[in-house]
Nanobody, 120 residues
Framework: QVQLVESGGGLVQPGGSLRLSCAVS????????MGWYRQAPGRERELVAR???????IYADSMKGRFTLSRDDAKNTVYLQMNSLLPEDTAVYYC??????????????WGQGTQVTVSS
């Protein structure tokens, strides 16, 4: 069983910054990829950023230059640093992890979501 614990959401003014964290725990053998997605009211869930085991990182176009995704392998944790936040960044942010368990089963796990609200 694989668990994801997210933290760091909240209310911030436009132009401000937030850092989200996501820690993976459980019967993990390997982590192939971790990342963040977000879902705003009335919209589909979309990719924010994702980092792979080779440290290649991809970002959605609207986040490039503003958001930075990093990974601490010793802690099985990813961090999403969000700068220059805009009202349209308001959404529930979900962490995702993909990999292999100790029982050699593939997992595709999601966190419970953390609310990010950008408003004055």
């Amino acid at each position: 069983q694989v668990q994801l614990v997210e933290s760091g959401g909240g209310l911030v003014q436009p132009g401000g910054s937030l850092r989200l964290s996501c820690a993976v725990s459980g019967s993990i053998f390997s982590i192939h990829a971790m990342g963040w997605y977000r879902q705003a009211p009335g919209r589909e869930r979309e990719l924010v950023a994702r980092i792979f085991s080779g440290l290649n990182t991809i970002y959605a176009d609207s986040m490039k230059g503003r958001f930075t995704l990093s990974r601490d392998d010793a802690k099985n944790t990813v961090y999403l640093q969000m700068n220059s936040l805009l009202p349209e960044d308001t959404a529930v942010y979900y962490c995702n992890a993909l990999g292999i368990t100790i029982a050699t089963l593939t997992y595709d796990a999601w966190g419970q979501g953390t609310q990010v609200t950008v408003s004055s």
